[in-house]
């Protein structure tokens, strides 16, 4: 495989791949409908532009999609008509029906497609991952995921035709580490508030192991800022995990409205050039990542009944896995 990777959008979560990509030794061609390509590659100091999406799609090897929510679809049904390996940035699609969609005309295709749940790759997730397997904790029987950042000013993130609001930009990654940990899920139990111009989500995930995950995520106007906390209770044991816990010190306040979200990228300790990396193992080698399409549907799945819950006020029913997997 030639070492030219295809970035789609250049805004938020590109100025996190970009640099991994280069990191991992690959060439890059940008192309962003929202005409910021430039700046983009300007800020990294690597890649280059492309004239459009077609001369992407026709130089590339690998395609990565990191433009908002709606035009996931289109745009991964675009790579797979050239049969590229496609990853995708959370989550994969807007709608259920469509991420339903997606992964079942990959898989027809036999083109991989990865969704981009970086979450599985931060180093404190990936620790608690592996103590829960070794046991540390015995049976898990609760967990308690926090999610929490500033409301969008601006931009397609407050359109939640087009986002999905709250409930797709934070608690997905939650939902899918819930699932990482606990199992498959059964029921959901969930509710929203919103109030001048912030929104809290609140789900209980009932497992089909009998575990229970409580899940919170937040956008607040709130001069906060970004913050995730777990914790995993189980027979023997309780793991928790706080990223304040991690700085040195703490400002809350004003001045740290416009703070962004992303880590300072390092080749060491950066979790989107594990996420890549990886990925591209499971390409080279036709092995398994650590995230798969079918993980990314599934999330979509939980998503989509906690979304049902909202709007009926009533518990939700999931399929048993074997059967959701059936008709994957």
Request: net charge negative; proline share 5%.
């Amino acid at each position: 495989m030639h070492r030219t990777v295809g970035l789609i959008g250049a805004g938020g979560i590109a100025n996190a791949h970009l640099p991994a990509w280069l990191d991992l030794g690959y060439d890059v061609v940008v192309h962003s409908p929202a005409d910021d390509a430039e700046q983009l590659v300007r800020r990294h100091g690597g890649g280059r532009v492309a004239s459009g999406l077609g001369e992407l799609l026709a130089t590339a090897a690998v395609v990565d999609i990191c433009t908002p929510t709606d035009t996931h679809f289109d745009l991964a049904l675009a790579a797979l008509e050239h049969r590229l390996p496609t990853v995708c940035e959370k989550p994969l699609t807007r709608t259920l029906g469509e991420a339903e969609e997606l992964v079942a005309r990959f898989a027809e295709a036999g083109v991989p497609l990865f969704p981009a749940h970086v979450v599985r790759y931060f180093a404190e997730y990936a620790e608690l991952r592996a103590a829960v397997a070794r046991g540390d904790v015995g049976r898990v029987a609760v967990q308690r995921h926090t999610r929490q950042g500033r409301s969008p000013h601006s931009g397609w993130y407050l359109d939640a035709d087009r986002s999905g609001g709250v409930l797709l930009d934070l608690m997905i990654h939650d939902i899918d580490v819930s699932r990482w940990i606990g199992g498959e899920v059964e029921r959901v139990f969930a509710r929203t508030h919103a109030v001048d111009g912030s929104q809290s989500t609140q789900a209980f995930l009932t497992h089909a192991s009998g575990a229970i995950s409580v899940l919170t995520a937040t956008w607040t106007t709130a001069p906060i800022g970004f913050r995730t906390h777990f914790e995993v209770a189980g027979s023997h044991g309780v793991l928790h995990g706080d990223s304040d816990e991690r700085r040195p010190f703490r400002y809350q306040g004003e001045a740290a409205a416009d703070a962004g979200i992303l880590p300072d990228f390092s080749p060491l300790t950066s979790p989107y050039r594990a996420e890549l990396g990886d990925f591209l193992d499971a390409i080279a080698t036709g092995g398994t990542p650590r995230v798969t399409a079918l993980d990314g549907l599934q999330a979509m799945r939980v998503a989509d009944a906690v979304a049902r819950s909202v709007a009926e006020s009533l518990p939700i029913d999931l399929k048993p896995a074997t059967e959701e997997a059936s008709a994957a």
